[in-house]
Structures are given as C-alpha cells and as structure tokens.
C-alpha cells in the first residue's frame, strides 16, 4: 500500500541520494498530484510547485490553481504558474499533446532558471495500463510497450509502482484536499476510454490483473534494456564517426535481420518497416529524412546526420607558395599529389575552393579533352565522405584550376 515509507522507499530506488536533490513538483489539483505534494512534504524533501491554467474548464481551472497556489502559500512552498493565454494557439484537435507539450516546457525552463535537479511528476499504475494499451494499439514495439519511464535525465515519476485506488485510499486516510476534474468521467479521449471502461473490466476478469500488469511491464523493461545493449554492440561493429554525421557499413546493415535493422534506424526517425527497407535498394546517391535526421545512401556506406547539424564539406586551408615562375599550391595528405603547380602568368590570385556548379568545366591534366566536373567526380567513385570534401578551386577571374583535391587543370602548366 501507499504511505510515506513505501514512497521513501520507490524514491531511493530511483534516487538514492534524494535528500541531497532539489526537485520541481508537477501539481495539477487532482488527486495524484495532490497525494505526490503531500507524500514530498512528508519527507521534508527541498522542493518547489508548478502548475499550468490551461483555462479548459472555466471556473473549475481556476479553483484548482487557487488550491495549489493556497496550499504552497500556507506551507511556505515556492510556487510557479503558466497561465494559458490566447498566444498559446489552442488547437482543434490533438489538445492533449498541445498541454503536454506546454507544461513540459514550462517544466524545463523553471528548472534550469532556478537550478533545480528534476521534475517529479505523480504518474501511477493505472496511468502506465493505459500508456501500454494505446502504444499497443499503435504497433509502438517493444519500447512503446514497456511504457512510461520511471526516470529520464530529468524527470522522476516515484508513483508508477502504486495503483490509482492506492492513491485515494491515501488521500482518504490522510485527508488530502484536492479537485476533481469532470472532464475525466467524459469519454471523448482514447486515455478517457481505457480508464473507465476497459480497466475496470480487466479487474474484473481478474482481481490481480494491475499487479500481475506492473510485473510484465518490468519483465519488458528488462527485455528491452537487453535488447538495447546487444543492438549496441552490433551498431558499433557496424560504424565510423565522422566529426559531423555517423557511417554504417551499407552491406554489413543489409545482412542483418529485418529487426536489427529496425532497432537501428528507428533511433534516427524511422519507425516504418516498409520505409526502413526501401533504404537497401535505394540508388547510391539517394537521401531520406525524418524530423530528426537526413539519411545518405552510398555504394558501400549510409551516412546519418543529425538535422541540428548542417553538414559542411570539410575545409581545407590552402597553402600557397608563389616564385617567379609559378604559383605552387601545397596540396593536404588526402591527395595523391604533393603539390599543384601553375603557370604565374596564366592565372589571377587570390585563390578560392568553392561548391560545384551545374555546367562546370575542366581540362583535367593526363586526360585528353575536357570534362564536367560533375561527370568526372562521378567516374572517381567516391564515398559520401570523400564527396563532401570535393571543391572547386578558382582564381580571382573565375577560372577552374582543378577539382579540388583530385585532378590539376591542365590548362594552366607551364609549357
């Protein structure tokens, strides 16, 4: 059962040193997060409230703020409020993610403008039952299925082993004042649904089902967690860092199985199955995206990017060196040639590297004729990372030297 002992103790194991920590309480006015303060207040735990007026139910959103913010001025709490405005662009649709997605950044601001550690949120039992039920319903896989996480980087939720009925009863024993939200009994929401129709019906196939629930939901937490590390060791023996992106082996991913593969990339934004295989017989040069990151397909690699990170090609400082006859280009250590050489009557410095152009021109040296450039950066068969290194080095008139640092114009030799 839930009482100030059995939460000290979920605390510990999630923080050990919690009496050290300052937290920021997530307290809506409900009952969960009413029992979360009360429980917190209990073991003298160094705290501070937030809470957010969404403005949904007229008077009622108005009279939880007022409990929560009189309960933390009676108590000496400090306490913090986002009060929702206009501004705040209300959707048609998908409120509960709007809400979500406001609060949390609520959250997150007020903790690192007062220093706090985490967030302590009063997510129970019956909230992860009904998390599991709608990623089960979405095909979400093994890391939807094992459900709310009790601690992230900076959120602990020390209520998710004790049911929603162990949290009443504590209200009920310990005379906790809170709000009942009416909009909760209303079935217009999916979580809504679950909570008053399909739990009370798996209690009453069986009696243990929410405690038999909490055990699979551990024995999956486990599974995944061993399933993440075993995935780790292979994305590992199948990559090459780059200061800028990441490069699988193409072949080594493609002899994986269909799981493996799905592992993987849905860590970068691919969580279709259908979309993940048709990056195997993509043509070399063809790219992919999600929200989070761009995808490059090689002949022997694929390249990952983060979108936070623009890919820049990789610079490359020239040294020149200029004598009375020539003007001497010091080429780096990933050329085959040691140094350029160029006729200092035929060309104009300064000289500059820059991006290919549709149409570019050159006359590359021991090749007859001339060739475009992007034809012959094409015939070198390049990686994608030797690719993103290729520029085009100029003179002040615009004039093509060479394609940098492949292959000198022939054009500009001393005869």
Known sequence: MLSSFTFAASLRKLLPQAHQKTFLLAVSGGVDSMVLLDLCYQLQLSFEVAH?????????????????????????????????????????????????????????????????????TAHHLNDQLETFMINLSKAAGLKGLKGIPAKTEFIIRPLLGFSREEVEVYAKYNHIEYREDYTNAENI???????????????????????????????????????????????????????AFLILDRTKLAAQSDFVKYEIFSRFGFNNRTEIEKIFHAENGKSFKTNSHHIKIGREEIVIQSLEKEIKSEEFELNIIKTADFVILKMPDSSKFSEWKFDVNLIKLPLQLRPMETGDIFFPKDFNGKKKVSKFIKDEKLNIVERAAVRVLVDSDEQILGVFP??????????
């Open 52 to 120: 957010v007026n969404y403005h949904l139910r007229n008077e009622d959103s108005n009279l939880d703020q007022t409990l929560v913010e009189s309960w933390c001025e009676k108590n000496k709490i400090k306490f913090h409020l986002y009060d929702v405005s206009e501004k705040d662009e209300q959707p048609e649709n998908s409120i509960e993610n709007w809400a979500r997605e406001i609060r949390y950044q609520f959250f997150k601001e007020i903790l690192i403008k007062n220093n706090l550690d985490f967030i302590i």
């Open 189 to 243: 929401f999916v979580r809504n649904k679950i909570r008053n129709q399909l739990t009370p019906l798996l209690n009453e196939i069986n009696k243990d089902f929410l405690e038999n629930f909490k055990k699979s939901i551990s024995i999956l937490k486990e599974s995944k967690d061993f399933i993440d590390t075993q995935i780790d060791l292979i994305f590992k023996s199948l990559m090459r860092e780059h200061s």
């Open 406 to 415: 492949l292959r000198q114009d022939r054009r500009f030799l001393k005869i």
